[in-house]
């Protein structure tokens, strides 16, 4: 009853950031599972994608038991700090640990690494669950007020796609730099670095943010009732399969880009520079959110609109061709290896004209020093040189330079559908953890009971299982199609690896849209029940 008034409360910037730096924790996690994870296992670690993509899959039995039982233990929680926010503690150094050792590599036999990966990735996805849970239902109990709400989430997705940035642009040369020629100790150094910084993020929430919606005074329910109130729900139903449906859509995209680069573009060096500007893209729509909602206020109608043009930008995508010269080769492996200036160039070279070889010696993604390594031969030989990354300078006859390193237009073109496409997906989880509030308030307005953790946890399971899906399906369609890692791919395991990052999540787009077309919990709907609602507390 004390906290009635409080219910709809407006929110202090410190409180909306200090929420929103808890989902930046989670993204060093996150981008690191849902963009470079299937690529670790099956080229770092050495699982094959088979193997990989079934491990994906069957860990979602833990999740399935783990996500309702932690929302049905966080919404029994009474505690001076709240129902939600002690777990932001508890959980956040078991998380850490558990994150280092999915991205560690013991030297064992084929099966050994398998149950490694089973044990770990399970481990780190039960303790992800028993933070996440109670963090994103934490935003269904600090306001009750729909703008502050959309506010809330928008700022809140704004901070998660920015780490998106910074995880999935610096990654890779992380790994580099950590490792120094040992992949598997850079990848688990870049963990443990991502892994204390989440942790930091985690507290700074705690200690930041306050509980203001509480249940109806005197209410008593049991799990087995929160999960029929939810069969019960639509809005709610509608929501769990609209989350798996779109997080798989992202997921085809994040999974599928490292090979996509690496074996279509063979552009392995802009692995970074794709899923950094991809994050980024993100952020942006995801900022444009309060903007889209309050020009349509019909969610589930906006989204529709977005989903069209995702669906139709990924149609064509399908299009791009491979480009006809990549005009930067990363050497592949540590023996020697010899390069042709034709190879590079995709051209012969004309009389007259002077060739020189530039090496590019990457600092980081955005910094990079160019050296000229030799000049006026059409080869040059390397030898043990994994990881440099080469291009040529040609003088013409008539003295006009040119770059090799110029992208070509094929690959200008698949950055530019890649960032609008990512422009419009960026305003996707913001409204849709905005609806599932809304799916919440509408449950206690129909039953009189609340349950937010449970309403919140089965959300998260929802886009977990949709993301092991999207993952394991990769995976699965790469050894279907006899994919063999760090071998040159050709035939239907590259066509393969086309449709993964194109058709496919075109295909999921446009099944979001036939879902949203069911979903029916309206503005003016959820503005009568807020009104009822807070009607009922001051009886």
């Known amino acids: 009853m004390s906290n009635s008034l409080d219910r709809t409360a407006k929110l202090s910037l410190r409180e909306k950031l200090g929420y929103a730096i808890g989902d930046s924790g989670f993204n060093f996690y996150w981008i690191i599972i849902g963009s470079y ?61 558990a ?17 490694w990966a089973y044990g770990t990735y399970s481990l780190m996805m039960l303790c992800y669950t028993i933070l996440s849970t109670p963090y994103s239902s934490l935003a269904g109990v600090i306001t009750a007020d729909t703008e502050e709400r959309n506010s809330l989430f928008g700022l809140r997705f704004f901070f998660a796609y920015a780490t998106g940035i910074l995880v999935g642009a610096f990654t890779p040369e992380l790994a580099d730099y950590f490792g120094n020629g040992d992949d598997a100790r850079g990848w688990q150094l870049t ?48 929501l769990f399969a609209l989350a798996m449906i779109i997080m798989m859509t992202i997921v085809f995209r994040g999974s599928s880009a490292t090979y996509y680069f690496k074996y279509f573009v063979e552009r392995p060096d802009l692995m970074g520079s794709y899923i950094g500007l991809q994050m980024a893209a993100y952020a942006v729509g995801c900022l444009a959110t309060p903007y889209l909602t309050r020009k349509i206020t019909d969610k589930a109608k906006l989204l529709m609109i977005l989903m069209g043009i995702v669906g139709s930008l990924s149609v064509v995508f399908a299009l791009v061709p491979k480009p006809a010269a990549m005009g930067v080769v990363t ?59 080469i291009s040529i300078q040609k003088t013409l006859a008539n003295g006009e330079v040119m770059n090799s390193s110029d992208l070509p237009i094929e690959i200008i073109t698949m950055f530019v ?5 990512s422009l419009a997906l960026g305003p996707k989880s913001p409204i849709t953890w905005s609806m599932y509030a809304d799916a919440a308030d509408f449950n206690e307005w129909k039953t009189g009971r609340r349950a937010t953790a449970m309403t919140f946890s089965a959300a998260t399971f929802s886009q977990k299982l949709g993301g092991a899906i999207g993952s394991a399906t ?22 393969s690896i086309v449709y993964l990052q194109t058709i496919v999540p075109a295909f999921f787009a446009f099944i979001a849209i036939w879902a949203l077309r069911y979903y029916d919990l309206t503005a003016n709907k959820i503005e009568t029940i807020q009104i009822e609602l807070k009607a009922r507390e001051a009886v």
């Open 474 to 495: 990769v995976l699965w369609v790469l050894a279907i199609v006899g994919y063999s890692a760090n071998e040159i791919q050709d035939g239907a395991s590259l066509s």
């Open 331 to 389: 050497v592949p492996s540590s023996e020697a290896i010899t390069l042709t200036a034709t190879e590079v160039l995709g051209e012969p070279t004309g009389e007259g004209e002077h060739i020189e070889w530039i090496e590019h010696q990457k600092s980081f993604w955005i910094f990079s020093d160019k050296v000229v390594v030799a000049q006026g031969s059409e080869e040059l030989n390397l030898d043990d040189a994994r990881g440099t990354v």
């Open 417 to 421: 559908l890649n960032i609008l496409i």
């Open 191 to 238: 963990m443990a670095l991502y892994a204390s910084v989440a942790t930091v993020c985690f507290f700074i929430t705690f200690y930041t943010t306050k509980e203001r919606v509480v249940p109806p005074v005197g209410q008593k329910t049991n799990p087995l009732s929160d999960i029929k109130d939810l069969m019960n729900n639509k809005p709610w139903l509608i």
């Open 99 to 115: 994150a280092v050792l999915t991205m560690s590599t013991p030297d064992l036999g084929e099966g050994g690494k398998l149950l």
């Open 37 to 97: 994870l299937s690529y670790f296992y099956t080229d770092i670690f050495g699982l094959s994608a088979a193997a990989a993509g079934t491990m994906f899959l069957v860990t979602r039995i833990v999740d399935s038991i783990s996500d309702p039982l932690m929302g049905a233990i966080a919404d029994r929680t009474n505690s001076r700090w709240g129902k939600f926010r002690p777990y932001l503690m508890l959980g956040a150094l078991p998380m850490a640990g």
